[in-house]
């Protein structure tokens, strides 16, 4: 049983118990976590006393909720009560564990799921490629010499490897999307604001978003409407009304207006990306193409963003222990604690423009056909990669596609393209703020056309 509602069904119906379901999870963990190294820390005391707990409860007649007995992990940066929030840091190590659940983890609770562990990534959610200096390197359940993207690598390489159903993960520049994409699974990342944060470790938080790994769309459906809802604790969160997706989900899409990303988008990717587009193209009957204006400067603003915000959170630690950080991740904080502060206003400004430019475009869209990242897995401790006869860099460039859209905090969704004997590619389906539907409606149509791979 791959997908979270059809445990949860199974569950609820006394087919199988929710600690046998949790037992199970626990089980594949142990078995596989050596070899891929999804997991800080597995839970297995609490978790099989929650589903004890559930199971006593079905017993007495009652309804835990939609993901009764689904196991789920988190990425390490989210708060577990009485457990220490790593972020993927040596020097967190040291702090004092939590004194509670982050906001998202108490809700999936409360609907019936059921907490195994924590899970690894780059240390302070700062990198595509999961090759953390502190806990090791995540590797991609596909081809174990292989990374499975980042930040968010390890809950990425949970769900594609079967340990778990569904996780949660962050997205600051794509580090939901290309993990997703990378290890051929569901990455979605709803408009920024639209889940509460509360009780995550931020990295820059005018770009931190929440999200979700899984392995049908139905699974993300169910997910994102038990996440969402006002939070006091999270003043970025939306106190918009709560807008269920998982009814509007088989809504017809014949009507929407939907077209492929042209220009930056077409760029600087090898052939497998563009045709796995062409793909998601041709089953949707779409030919129109759409530029979204200005997408290089939007990346380079977001670099500065991350890298100024980044920074100026780590900026004692910097100054005071620079030898405890991961290599990778400090000597960009440095960098970012010594760019001008006119760079970041001037970001800032080119941001609101930004935002603008792409209202306009809406106007005559309602979904964007984009790639995910611009080639598929790289090798583990690969430096740099070829692009258009040029030889760049891997870890900055896996977020080429992805930067530009979450610079507007974009709701987007990475979904897994079929690729016969070769490794997995994602396509990303953009929508406007607050129209997570339309994307999931989209995503939920490709499903039923066996185009998607999981």
Not at 65 to 87: C, R
Not at 364 to 382: E, F, H, K, R, S
């Amino acid at each position: 049983m791959k997908d979270a509602v059809s445990i949860a069904e199974n569950v609820l119906s006394g087919k199988v118990s929710a600690k046998e379901i949790t037992q199970a999870a626990l089980t594949r963990i142990v078995a596989r976590n050596d070899e891929l190294n999804c997991f800080t820390k597995i839970t297995t005391e609490t978790a099989l006393q929650d589903a004890e707990n559930i199971d006593r409860e079905i017993i007495e007649g009652k309804n835990p909720g939609v993901l009764t007995g689904v196991p789920f992990a988190v990425k390490n940066l989210f708060d577990i009560a009485s457990l220490t929030t790593l972020a993927g840091a040596k020097i967190n190590a040291e702090n004092s564990p939590a004194i509670q659940d982050a906001t998202a983890i108490r809700r999936l609770k409360q609907a019936g799921a059921v907490l195994v562990g924590a899970l690894n990534m780059d240390e302070y959610a700062y990198g595509f490629v999961t090759e953390n200096a502190h806990y090791g390197a995540t590797h991609n359940p596909h081809d174990l010499k292989r990374v499975a993207g980042g930040s968010s690598g390890g809950s990425a390489a949970a769900v594609a490897a079967g340990l778990v159903p569904f996780t949660l993960g962050s997205d600051t520049n794509g580090s939901i999307r290309v993990p997703a994409a990378l290890c051929g699974v569901f990455g979605f990342k709803p408009t920024y604001g639209r889940l509460s944060r509360a009780g995550v470790k931020l990295f820059s938080s005018s770009l931190d978003h929440i999200g979700t790994f899984t392995n049908s769309v139905r699974d993300i459906a169910t997910i994102f409407d038990v996440l969402q809802g006002e939070d006091e604790k999270d003043p970025i969160c939306t106190k918009r009304q709560i807008v269920k997706c998982l009814p509007q989900l088989n809504n017809d899409i014949s009507n929407l207006k939907i077209a492929i990303a042209d220009d930056y988008f077409t760029q600087n990717a090898e052939p497998a990306p563009l045709a796995a587009v062409q793909q998601v193209a041709k089953a949707l009957n779409v030919s129109e193409y759409i530029t979204i204006p200005e997408a290089k400067i939007a990346r380079a603003a977001a670099f500065i963003i991350t890298a100024c915000e980044g920074a100026n959170l780590h900026l004692d630690k910097l100054k005071n222990r620079p030898q405890d950080f991961d290599f990778a991740t400090r000597d960009r904080f440095l960098a970012g604690a010594l760019i001008p502060s006119n760079w970041y206003l001037q970001a800032q400004r080119f941001r609101c423009w930004y935002r603008n430019q792409v209202r306009e475009v809406f106007q005559n869209v309602d979904i964007i056909i984009a790639p995910t990242t611009p080639i598929a897995a790289p090798l583990i401790g690969q430096k740099t990669m070829i692009l258009n006869d040029q030889e760049i860099l891997v870890r900055p460039h896996l977020g080429l596609f992805t930067q530009p859209l979450s610079l507007i905090g974009l709701p987007v969704l990475s979904i897994p393209i079929k690729q016969e004997n070769s490794l997995p590619l994602g396509v990303q389906l953009i929508a406007a703020p607050y129209n997570e539907a339309l994307i999931l409606q989209v995503a939920a149509t490709l499903e039923k056309q066996d185009i998607i791979s999981v």
